[in-house]
């Protein structure tokens, strides 16, 4: 099922965090409309700033290879260990979900297992989200 492969990859992707300062370990698998998927995972930095979450890093690889239609993404984060908690994509992820999908379409997955897992629209995380269309005259 697309559900619990996306849930797998976003875990598998935690595997690959980069999180020696917070110890928090984020992992994430985007979805194209064609069925594609793109991972990602936080990557942090000594000087703090330069960190990335893993959503962006997710949508930065798929934007890059061309990609500019997504269904979904799966969240995976939590603490070092077993993913325990449903870990919310930051607002600055949310406002990138916003320059490339539909807020009404695109759905957002935070999991903890293939089993446990909490879905929302990014139109219920982002209300009023700005985005390219407001830029429309
Ligand atoms: N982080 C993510 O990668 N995604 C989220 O949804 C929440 C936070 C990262 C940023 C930082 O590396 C660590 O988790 C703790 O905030």
């Known amino acids: 099922m697309e559900r619990e492969k996306l849930i797998q990859a976003a ?7 980069y999180s020696p300062y917070s110890h928090f370990q984020v992992g994430a698998a985007l979805l194209t409309k064609e069925g594609k998927i ?6 942090e930095n000594a000087a703090y ?3 990335v979450c893993a959503e962006r890093n997710a949508f930065f690889k798929a934007v890059y290879e061309g990609e500019r239609n ?7 984060g939590s603490p070092e260990g077993p993913c325990k908690a449903y870990a919310a994509p930051c607002g ?7 320059e490339f999908c539909d807020p009404k379409e695109f759905c957002i997955i935070t999991a903890k297992s293939t089993e446990e897992y909490r879905e929302y629209s990014l139109e219920e995380l982002l209300p009023m989200g700005f985005g390219p269309k407001d830029l429309e005259g």
């Open 92 to 98: 600055v992820c949310r406002q990138v979900m916003m």
């Open 49 to 51: 700033t330069p960190s």
């Open 11 to 17: 875990l598998e992707a935690r595997t690959h965090s």
């Open 38 to 43: 793109y991972q990602g995972c936080n990557i």
């Open 70 to 76: 997504f269904a979904a993404i799966a969240i995976a």
